[in-house]
């Protein structure tokens, strides 16, 4: 059994913490829900660097790994864990390194194909054979990268918030900075303060068309608190990259497995219009555009994004057994 890492460690005694001590109701609920998911944390080395996980439904179910996004954490998926659970999958979630409660890489590789290789060591370690994959925005990049190298491990793909980036030098030199500036000098401080509500209202006002809940909120700048300034830094670099750009259509191409592709019609980051392109490359797809939905779809409509990958899902098990 592998040591929880000391970001957990020290996230679980403060809201262990909270709870010793006497709350309003609705404080208390929320805190006890952030309990219930931390107790099902577990903890496994992937390529040197610990990571954490969560591993939710019938062992024998069909796989399904959760890919989170940029500055994010596993718990961008908790609405969608159970109800996918309760309907027969094996659901799977983990923080990738450097981000939520996993361990900082020293050497920084925060790279498409260094997260690619690990979610490669995920899926051996735990058994997998054939999974079905789901991501959210920079995870999107790893799944199609991991896809394309390894795609006899891949049963079906789904991405959410994912479009057709075209490459621009000027963009690519100016925004890591700026990003980095606006993630590690502004917001992870106040996140680190616990003023959860002013990356709320960021969100609101910039990220999203629908207020998401506020523990949803909280839960979402834990991301931000937690991640590795490095690994913001040398993730939008690699984002930005020519070769990583320009090959994300090639990759999409070459897709032999069902895939979805998911936008908001108001994401801001993630345009709709660049969605559908590259979800018509692939081979078999289905592309689907929610209306008044801005970038943060897990939190925005999560009940629709459960219906929506179980139809997928449901359809690419047809496909299986066809």
């Known amino acids: 059994m592998v040591e929880p890492t000391a970001k957990y460690k020290a996230y679980r005694a403060e809201i262990e913490a909270l709870l010793a001590r006497d709350l309003g109701r609705n404080a208390r609920k929320d805190h006890e829900f952030e309990l219930s998911l931390l107790q099902r944390s577990q ?31 596993a718990f961008w998926w908790h609405h969608i864990v159970d109800p996918l659970a309760a309907a027969g999958y094996r659901v799977i979630l983990y923080d990738l390194k450097g981000h939520g409660f996993s361990d900082n890489d020293p050497q920084q590789n925060y790279t498409v194909e260094g997260f690619s290789l690990d979610l490669l060591a995920l899926g051996n370690a735990l058994g997998l054979k054939k ?13 199609l990268h991991y896809a ?7 049963q079906s793909l789904a991405f959410f918030n994912f479009s057709l980036l075209a490459y621009n030098k000027t963009a690519s030199a100016i925004a890591p900075s700026i990003l980095s500036f606006i993630f590690n000098s502004l917001l992870r401080p106040i996140a680190r303060r616990g003023w959860w509500f002013v990356p709320f209202i ?82 078999k797809s289905v592309f689907f555009k929610v209306p008044r939905c801005g970038h943060l779809i897990l939190f925005e409509l999560p009940a629709l994004v459960v219906q929506i990958l179980r139809l997928h899902l449901g359809a690419s098990k047809y496909e299986k057994t066809s």
């Open 43 to 73: 903890f496994i080395e992937l390529n040197g660097i610990v990571h954490h996980y969560q591993d939710v439904g019938p062992q024998d179910g069909e796989p399904l790994v959760l890919v989170h996004g940029w500055n994010c954490s």
């Open 131 to 143: 999974q079905h994959l789901a991501a959210f925005s920079l995870g999107a990049f790893i799944i």
């Open 148 to 154: 394309a190298t390894f795609p006899e491990h891949v």
């Open 202 to 283: 960021y969100a609101r006002l910039v990220m999203a068309k629908n207020t998401p809940p506020v523990n949803d909120m909280k839960l979402g700048t834990l991301g931000v608190r937690l991640c590795d300034a490095d690994a913001v830094g040398v993730s939008v670099k690699e984002l930005a990259r020519q070769e990583i750009l320009e090959a994300v259509p090639h990759q999409m191409a070459a897709l032999k497995q069902p895939v979805l592709l998911v936008a908001g019609d108001s994401d801001p980051i993630m345009h709709p219009k660049g969605g559908q392109q590259l979800a018509a490359l692939a081979e």
